[in-house]
């Protein structure tokens, strides 16, 4: 399973920073992720790393996200910079967690002031 923290409220221009821990048995943890959902809209990809640290971020976040990895914890960071109120969504973490498509719980994160 994934577990998430570090979501909450925050005003435009502002930093927060997500974690998305794996947990139980973990043999393979290949591409992680992040992706977000907004009301009335389909889940979107925010930021990808596979186990080399190459990374994949949508346009709307370049320059202002950074998604890194620690494979010594089973653990994706996103780091977000800059945040607009369109950032304002839940937020779900994903991994290739032993061969299988695996998602988090969600977390939400409102950019308003």
């Known amino acids: 399973q994934l577990v998430e923290s570090g979501g909450g409220v925050v005003q435009p221009g502002g930093s927060l920073r997500l974690s998305c821990a794996a947990a139980?048995?973990?043999?393979?943890?290949?591409?992680m992720g992040w992706y977000r959902q907004a009301p009335g809209k389909p889940r979107e990809l925010v930021a990808v790393i596979d186990r080399a640290g190459s990374t994949n971020y949508a346009d709307s976040v370049k320059g202002r996200f950074t998604i890194s990895r620690d494979n010594t914890k089973h653990t994706v960071y996103l780091h977000m910079n800059a945040l607009k109120p369109e950032d304002t969504a839940v937020y779900y973490c994903?991994?290739?967690?032993?061969?299988?498509?695996?998602w988090g719980q969600g977390t939400q994160i409102t950019v308003s002031s």
């Open positions: 994903n991994a290739d967690l032993n061969y299988r498509d695996t």
């Open positions: 139980g048995i973990i043999n393979s943890i290949n591409v």
